[in-house]
């Protein structure tokens, strides 16, 4: 199918705080069963709520960064197309009218695709494309959608725009205008099933995003949306939810389930707190959950005033899973009581891709896979993340160099300029690869997957040490004379990989026989002991910049410079300028791991 060149009119309207579609589903029959007041039997109607989370752009079952289908370890397939085939057969089971479509949102980020169609054919361009996730969840039918904290990575005017071509509400009760209070975005969606000898079934969605907005987007968003607590803005609308004759109240949110958040206490809101929610608020029956990127086919919280249990579900992310809440109800004296609620998962990979949708997006597929194919340089030797988390590997100098050059050439001129330059870099993947000869754009994205942009922070000696004792918190605590297995040396404490920091400009030892907090060792700039009162200028990404990680110091720097182009292009801008990628123009060995001063490798 060519590329689309319309605006999409949204089916749904916008009625005062939410979204109401009533008399949307037409009417199946309640059964009947036992026996209720008078010997008159009891009325009962099943529901099927499906969900999905953490879409990140996957339409097909395709991987952009190794040009070839998906496949893991675990035998997963990926992609809306598959989602599709599932849902379809849901709906021939239970019967579309009674079923419902919801996602917990980051939907439009997370692949060369969704890349393509927010920066290099913007649907936000005059006449532009129609994003293909909205394709993809229009055709399939998704009846409403949590707002994820990657809705806003590419600003709100795109966001905007991808609201508008959805024929679906994007809903946010806790994403707020910062000026009024009010929500910016629908708060929830209601719809009606009608049921024949019965009255209707009101279900109501309450959708629900994540308050780390605030600081991991806090270029877009500061000063004019504001992000509040899931549990309190869930205390304020479900019970109007239930006022307004909800029978049913599912909650959509993009929060995950433990509890922790990953940016410390720079925000007075819990990151993960579908639980608490849960927990806390009263009347709330099933809680679709997103963001932490795991699989919960079902988790039961008892709610502390009712003792009533909410069913919590989160499917596993990139459309590998489908959740489905299936919900009894029985009308007893007078409305719609819901009796049990039962959660459970269906897997991608038992089906095939639904031929609707990808003939659907061929083409828009098809012109992405020529873009990611384009050749940029050339390479004089493979370059590899296998061994990057614990070893200075060149494959990740690269991106630091790129940064320095980067942020050195934007502060010519300034004050700031005869300051040295450290930057900050992460090992994101254990398996990207710069092969030997032809570099394409999608070898240098499989090594910057995320659409971070670059931010200069001015920082003390003092403040980068602490910043490198926190990011050695990572690797597990190992005795000098304990046998090493590198599989089990890093993430500790589940830190993942994205919070491990290389910092160039500086060479130092982190000895792993050593507590957390004392590993740091033999810490030098230019040959000589760091000063703890020596300025520097750190090059970093506007993740890390805002909080993310919560490491110590960096948030709360005074920033610089900053800019919009994501690092993955400045990666691509580089080597395409030099032509020729050869780690001697960037590969430096500025740390090792020890143990009591010997080296560990």
């Excluded at 182009?565 to 990666?571: A, D, K, M, Q, V």
């Excluded at 300028?577 to 060995?589: I, R």
């Amino acid at each position: 199918m060519a590329l689309h060149r319309r605006t999409f009119l949204k089916r749904s309207a916008v009625t005062g705080a939410g979204v109401a579609l009533t008399g949307a589903a037409a009417a199946p029959t309640a059964e009947a069963a036992g026996a209720g007041q008078g010997d008159k039997p009891v009325k009962r109607y099943a529901l099927t709520v499906m969900g999905t989370t953490d879409l990140h752009g996957h339409v097909f079952n395709w991987d952009y960064f190794k040009d070839a289908e998906y496949a893991d370890a675990a035998g997963n397939a990926q992609g809306l197309a598959r989602v599709s085939t599932l849902v379809d057969q849901v709906r021939k089971e239970k019967g579309r009218r009674n079923t419902l479509l919801l996602d917990a949102g980051d939907t439009i980020q997370g692949t060369p695709l969704t890349y393509y169609y927010a920066k290099v054919d913007p649907i936000t361009a005059e006449g532009g494309p129609v994003h293909p996730m909205a394709q993809a969840m229009n055709a399939i039918g998704y009846d409403a959608v949590a707002l994820g904290n990657h809705e806003f990575n590419y600003g709100i005017e795109t966001l905007r725009k991808f609201e508008e071509q959805c024929d679906f509400p994007l809903l946010g009760a806790n994403a707020l205008d910062a000026k009024t209070l009010r929500p910016a975005f629908p708060p929830y969606f209601m719809k009606t099933f009608r049921v024949k000898g019965a009255p209707p079934v009101k279900v109501a969605v309450l959708g629900l995003t994540n308050p780390g907005i605030a600081i991991w987007d806090k270029a877009y968003v500061q000063g004019k949306l504001t992000f509040p607590g899931l549990e309190e803005q869930a205390a304020t609308w479900v019970p109007k939810l239930r006022s307004m004759g909800a029978d049913v109240v599912v909650v959509s949110a993009h929060s995950g389930s433990s509890g922790t958040s990953s940016y410390g206490d720079q925000l007075p809101y819990v990151e993960n707190a579908a639980a608490n929610v849960a927990r806390q608020v009263p009347g709330i029956d099933a809680i679709l959950v997103g963001h932490a990127h795991v699989e919960i086919p079902e988790l039961r919280v008892t709610n502390e005033q009712t003792g009533r249990d909410v069913v919590l579900s989160e499917p596993l992310c990139y459309a590998e899973r489908l959740t489905l809440f299936d919900f009894e109800l029985a009308f007893e004296r007078g409305r719609w009581r819901v009796e049990s609620v039962k959660a459970s998962l269906r897997d991608a990979a038992t089906v095939e891709d639904d031929p609707a949708i990808t003939e659907l997006l061929s083409d828009e597929h098809a012109v992405v896979v020529a873009y990611v194919n384009q050749v940029v340089g050339t390479a004089t030797e493979t370059l590899t993340t296998v061994e990057a988390r614990y070893k200075d590997a060149p494959i990740i100098d690269l991106i630091a160099k790129v940064q320095e050059d980067v942020v050195r050439a934007a502060l010519a001129g300034t004050g700031y300029a005869s300051l040295p330059v450290l930057s900050q870099a992460s090992p994101f993947s254990r398996t990207s690869q710069i092969p030997a000869g032809e570099v394409t754009i999608r070898d240098l994205s499989s090594l910057y997957v995320y659409d971070n942009t670059l931010v200069a922070k001015l920082m003390t000696g003092a403040q980068v040490r602490a910043y490198l004792e926190y990011s050695a918190e990572y690797f597990a605590r190992t005795a000098a004379d304990a046998p090493v297995d590198v599989a089990k040396l890093t993430n500790a404490g589940g830190r993942p990989d994205y919070n491990y920091d290389y910092v160039s400009g500086l060479t130092y030892d982190i000895d792993i026989a050593q507590p957390a907090g004392s590993r740091v060792r033999n810490l030098a700039h230019g040959g000589a002991p760091l000063d703890d009162a020596a300025q520097f200028v750190f090059a970093v990404n506007n993740y890390r910049a805002n909080g993310g990680g919560a490491f110590p110091h960096v948030a709360s720097a005074k920033e610089l410079w900053a800019e919009s182009t994501e690092i993955r292009t400045r990666i691509a801008e580089w080597v395409t300028a030099k032509g020729v990628l050869d780690p001697k123009d960037f590969a430096s060995v500025d740390w090792r791991l020890t143990r009591d001063g010997t080296p560990v490798f």
